[in-house]
């Protein structure tokens, strides 16, 4: 065993710094875990994992209602309240658009927490709106993606060593375990953190199927990516043809027909049984994909935008060239490292191909979205660019095994990867509206929605169960007597308080911190009371008039919406729609997006009855809440509980 000059060995060292990156990635992850709530999408997985917790598989209903989060097109006719069923669920009742490991993880957590099937049955977690209650239940549906972030960090490791050896090994250790885009998604109780996981052991085990070639090795890559697709199937198909495009690195490999039948009939027994059991054959039918509505526009704009990825992906290519030519001017010193390095770069530029290729090919419309994108393709280019500093580093000092580390965090810093955003200190608003939404009294048969899919967010945290308007058909709600309350969530952002303090100077105006931020939220009050006024709702009166520092600021937050969610669309295929211009068009126009989503607003809005005779509060969080009781007392949100929410 080696030793290095102070006396340790070269594996107590690689331990070592492996542990510590462990713990840093933990640490970075595991960071005020609770103090943001929990996102619409992880609210999602939330819900399905407590039905996993009551039931014993992912279901289509929590507290008797049927769950809705994805576009609504699949008709339901014998059902006469809602128009629509999720198209998320078989018709045997199982979750089929999202796999389901990461939901039993997430519902494993939930066990450990003390969650037991019949409190699942009788609702969320939640005891009370408290800001320890709050904090520590929005912590332990997450907790499973930062035990699974520790794992990535070691299969990266082992893929680096791999393909290279222990100074790329560290580089992509220390990148997975501390760049923005690694620790964001390994904080989120979604697919996200085991999706880097099992990408990273995919690529490792298909990297040892063509380069060690035993037949064990090629079962392994069959396990990988089967257990990869009940995590993300698109990966995993991704991953199967890395797999079939890698084996010219086998071509010698005798009986290799026995080793590619062996790798598919390990991924096939993982898969097939399980996709006809549970519906999805069936279900794909009506799941749109993507890729009937690309255009050049979403290709472009999918790549990246900073010329300084470019730059970091072509000079590897450049470098090889030039070393590769007979009468290269390169050194040896410098021809070597990059031609060493040649088969780990074209291994990770296939698997970035492969990647692109999967997403465009069979993302389903509802889920191309640029993140998910990233998600698939950032392990191989961050596998690429630390293969790059690792034979930079070998050039300039072969010794030096932490040098391309260094050089790789250099790169991150340009990137804008390093340091990694950290949360926020819990906001207490959020307790304040929580508690207020868990404290309405409803009379008997009363029912309480909410756009989607906050929804889902609002029965995690209120314990309640609050339904998607958008799924529900007008005739029944038209014909609803109970009370009924429909809370409508922003349609418009928050100005930065930056922003505010830059127009109130222009102005002439001086404002505090905590003024700017005060005035940044109302004037997105402001905005969405107008609109309510122009479509005939009854707003609760403003407390103040608006001065000329709010207008202004509410024509910034129209035009600073608007931005945000052409940017937010730019790669999509929504994106080619330049009418949309606020988060209530978008809703409409992604929810009924192939359910003729023009004759669902205004006049053809299906609680647009309700909305007539509504009393309706605009709250600084951005929601507004449309009181359609048949009493209106007493009121919903109060002077008080109003200021406190904000």
């Known amino acids: 065993m080696r030793s290095s000059r102070n006396g340790f060995s070269s594996r107590a060292v690689t331990v070592a710094t492996v542990g510590l990156l462990v713990v840093v990635a933990v640490a970075l992850r595991g960071y005020r875990l609770g103090s943001s709530t929990l996102w619409v999408d992880e609210a999602e997985s939330a819900l399905n994992a407590l039905t996993i917790v009551a039931e014993g598989v992912p279901g289509d209903h929590f507290l008797g209602q049927p769950i809705y989060e994805n576009t609504l097109l699949r008709p339901w006719p014998e059902n006469p309240e809602y128009e629509f069923r999720d198209i998320s669920y078989s018709d045997r009742g199982l979750a089929v658009y999202h796999s389901w490991l990461p939901l039993y993880s997430i519902a494993a957590a939930f ?62 250790a220390f990148a997975v375990a501390t760049s923005d885009f690694f620790v964001d998604a390994g904080r989120q109780a979604r697919y996200y953190s085991a999706s880097v996981a099992g990408s990273f052991i995919c690529g490792l085990a298909i990297w040892n199927a063509w380069r060690r070639g035993r037949l064990s090795d090629h079962a392994f890559a069959g396990l990988a990516v089967g257990v990869l697709f009940h995590i993300h199937s698109v990966s995993a198909v991704a991953m199967s043809t890395l797999y079939v495009a890698a084996s010219p690195m086998g071509r010698h490999q005798s009986r290799l027909w026995l080793r590619m039948l062996t790798a598919g009939s390990v991924g096939a027994v993982l898969v097939v049984p399980w996709a006809a059991w549970s519906g999805l054959l069936s279900q794909i039918n009506w799941t749109p994909a993507a890729r009937e509505y690309i255009d050049l526009r979403m290709v472009l704009s999918s790549l990246p935008s900073d010329p300084v990825i470019w730059l970091t992906v072509a000079v590897p290519l450049v470098w090889w060239v030039v070393a590769s030519r007979p009468e290269s001017p390169l050194s040896e010193q410098w021809r070597r490292p990059i031609l060493q390095s040649a088969t780990g770069f074209a291994f990770a530029a296939g698997w970035m191909a492969v990647s692109y290729l999967s997403f465009f090919a069979l993302m389903p419309a509802a889920s191309f979205f640029p993140f998910r994108l990233n998600l698939m393709i950032n392990m191989p280019l961050t596998l690429a660019v630390s293969l790059l500093v690792a034979a930079v580093g070998h050039a300039v000092r072969p010794g030096a095994v932490f040098l391309p580390t260094v050089g790789l965090a250099l790169i991150l810093v340009v990137w804008k990867e390093l340091p990694p955003r950290l949360p926020r200190p819990f906001d207490d608003r959020a307790t304040a509206f929580m508690g207020m939404v868990r404290d309405w009294e409803l009379g008997p048969g009363g029912r309480m929605f909410a756009s989607p899919n906050e929804h889902l967010v609002l029965t995690y945290y209120s314990g309640r169960p609050v339904q998607n308007i958008f799924a ?23 100005l930065a308080p930056g922003t505010v303090r830059e127009a109130a100077r222009r102005q002439g105006r001086v404002l505090t911190e905590a003024e700017a931020v005060f005035r940044g939220r109302e004037a997105r009050v402001i905005a969405t009371r107008r609109d309510l006024h122009a479509s005939g709702v009854s707003v609760v009166p403003p407390t103040r008039r608006p001065d000329a520092l709010d207008e202004a600021l509410v024509v910034m937050v129209r035009r600073s919406t608007r931005m945000a969610l052409q940017r937010f669309l730019r790669a999509t295929p929504l994106g080619r729609d330049q009418t949309l211009s606020t988060w209530e068009d978008f809703r409409n126009a992604f929810y009924y997006w192939f359910s003729d989503p023009g004759r669902r607003e205004g006049m053809g809005l299906n609680y647009r009855a309700c909305r007539a005779q509504a009393r309706a509060t605009v709250l600084p969080n951005g929601f507004t809440v449309l009181d359609c009781r048949k009493t209106r007392e007493p009121p919903l949100v109060t002077t008080i509980a109003a200021s406190e929410e904000r």
């Not at 993606?145 to 100074?167: D, E, F, N, Y």
């Not at 529900?472 to 928050?494: G, H, K, M």
């Open 111 to 172: 066990r450990l927490a003390g969650v037991t099937p019949d409190n699942a049955r009788q609702g969320t977690p939640l005891r009370d709106a408290s800001r320890a209650e709050i904090e520590y239940w929005t912590a332990v549906p997450r907790l499973p993606a930062v035990a699974l972030s520790a794992l990535s960090v070691v299969a990266a490791w082992g893929l680096g060593r791999l393909v290279h050896g222990r100074a790329a090994a560290f580089a992509l």
């Open 472 to 494: 529900v058909r007008r005739e029944w709600l038209d014909q609803f007597a109970n009370d009924l309350i429909i809370l409508e969530t922003s349609s418009y952002d928050v």
